[in-house]
């Protein structure tokens, strides 16, 4: 994956449209916690899907974002829908003490999970190990 130039203007529009996305995920009781809330307020998706996806797609509430299709178009890995991701990290009720270990993120569930507990991410066949480790760095999240 290629990371885009983001502008101060780009910026700040993912920023209003990420905070519409808490909104949306808190109002439907998607993300209960402020621990979460701030995780989804605080980590940019945009960063993690494929170059050139629009902002209102990436960051899309009921939608995963293809991240890598086969030679006929058949989606074979994506990133998963805002609300199952809030579902999940809140379900595993993650505190003090515990830490996790992802297998097979490109990076932005582990970026989200890091805001939780200590984190040991694994890539998968698009991002390996230390690529996603290098961005998760970048962000401050490992």
């Known amino acids: 994956?290629?990371?885009?130039?983001?502008?101060?203007?780009?910026?700040?529009?993912?920023?209003?449209i990420r905070n519409a996305l808490?909104?949306?995920?808190?109002?439907?009781?998607m993300i209960t916690s402020p621990v979460v809330e701030r995780a989804f307020r605080t980590v940019p998706r945009h960063l993690f899907v494929p170059e050139g996806t629009?902002?209102?797609?990436?960051?899309?509430?009921?939608?995963?974002?293809?991240?890598?299709?086969e030679r006929?178009?058949?989606?074979?890995?994506?990133?998963?829908?805002?609300?199952?991701?809030?579902q999940m990290i809140e379900q595993a009720g993650l505190g003090?003490?515990?830490?996790v270990l992802e297998i097979g993120s490109g990076g932005y569930n582990a970026a989200l999970v890091r805001h939780e507990a200590p984190l040991f991410p694994c890539g998968d066949e698009r991002s390996p190990p230390l690529?996603?480790?290098?961005?998760?760095?970048?962000?401050?999240a490992v």
Do not use: H, W
């Open 1 to 16: 994956m290629t990371q885009t130039v983001v502008t101060s203007a780009d910026g700040d529009r993912a920023a209003e």
């Open 72 to 86: 006929d178009g058949v989606v074979v890995s994506s990133i998963s829908a805002p609300f199952i991701q809030a």
């Open 54 to 69: 629009p902002l209102e797609v990436a960051y899309d509430a009921d939608d995963s974002v293809a991240t890598k299709r």
């Open 22 to 29: 808490t909104d949306k995920l808190r109002s439907n009781s």
């Open 131 to 140: 690529a996603c480790r290098s961005r998760l760095m970048k962000l401050g």
């Open 96 to 99: 003090p003490g515990m830490s």
